[in-house]
């Protein structure tokens, strides 16, 4: 059956008012945790008119950048807050049950909102990959609606810098970050080869970085990835300048066949 007209209008409002998360009090509650009014709100039937859904949906839809300031430093360590969802809000703020939960739900609620960047780009998937919550980016991915096609969209989405979750993956580093590498690998084995707009390849991210298992992971799982850097450089040139460390022995002879393979 469809939807009647009061149906959709109340669906497109809470769409809408998940869109624009603004009042710090919400924001504080996400990042603390303490989610039981986000809750409560998604939970809402359509078409609802309490008093209290209706005072929620203006707790929601309260200018971000009021917060901006009382919020922690590294809950958006590299993006302004402008256009942040409240999807984005929970996706950063930690990989608990309790945020999973309520992440699920805003999925099922706003879909819409899986696939919708802030004002640099970055979708709720960049955010939770960037705070290493790994557990939340594999939920963001499975949450992609239908085939493998729609799924590989997402995770190759890219923000205004032109890179996609796989750079802020091997930007985190360490195991969790080689963990989300290989969770977003496994969704696109070619994923590798998306370059940021300054030319910057995952590969040569974590050559640069010292990151050797990130790296030799990437070569494992995609002999053709791109291996460019910034300003004309490639993956050879930090491998060369760490020519003291293992770094050298174990991926410079690969990146070099990498590099005259593309050459020949």
């Avoid at 919708?116 to 960037?130: F, K």
Wanted: proline share 3%; hydrophobic share 45%.
């Amino acid at each position: 059956m469809e939807p009647s007209n009061h149906d959709k209008k109340g669906n497109d409002q809470r769409v809408h008012d998940l869109a624009v998360v603004r009042r710090p009090e919400l924001l504080r509650a996400a990042s603390s945790g303490q989610l039981q009014l986000l809750v409560e709100f998604l939970s809402k039937e359509d078409g609802a008119s309490s008093a209290a859904a209706a005072a929620l949906a203006r707790e929601v839809a309260i200018c971000l950048e009021e917060a901006q300031a009382q919020l922690a430093p590294t809950l958006y360590p590299s993006a302004a807050t402008e256009g942040a969802s409240a999807l984005h809000v929970v996706a950063a703020s930690g990989d608990r049950p309790g945020y999973l939960e309520v992440a699920r739900t805003i999925c099922q609620k706003a879909g819409q909102l899986l696939l919708a960047g802030d004002s640099n780009g970055d979708t709720p998937l960049h955010y939770a990959v960037r705070a290493g919550n790994a557990d939340m980016a594999s939920l963001l991915v499975g949450q992609a609606d239908g085939s493998d096609d729609q799924r590989k969209a997402m995770v190759r989405m890219q923000n205004k810098r032109g890179e996609t979750a796989l750079h802020e993956a091997v930007r985190f580093g360490r195991t969790t970050g080689l963990r989300m590498v290989n969770a977003l690998m496994a969704v696109d084995r070619e994923l590798a080869r998306v370059v940021a707009r300054d030319g910057t390849s995952v590969l040569y991210l974590a050559i640069s970085l010292h990151y050797n298992r990130i790296a030799r992971e990437l070569i494992r799982q995609d002999k053709e990835l791109a291996f460019s850097g910034p300003l004309g450089q490639n993956a050879l040139h930090p491998a060369v300048l760490h020519s003291k460390s293992e770094v050298f022995l174990t991926l410079t002879i690969e990146s070099i066949a990498l590099c005259l393979s593309a050459i020949s």
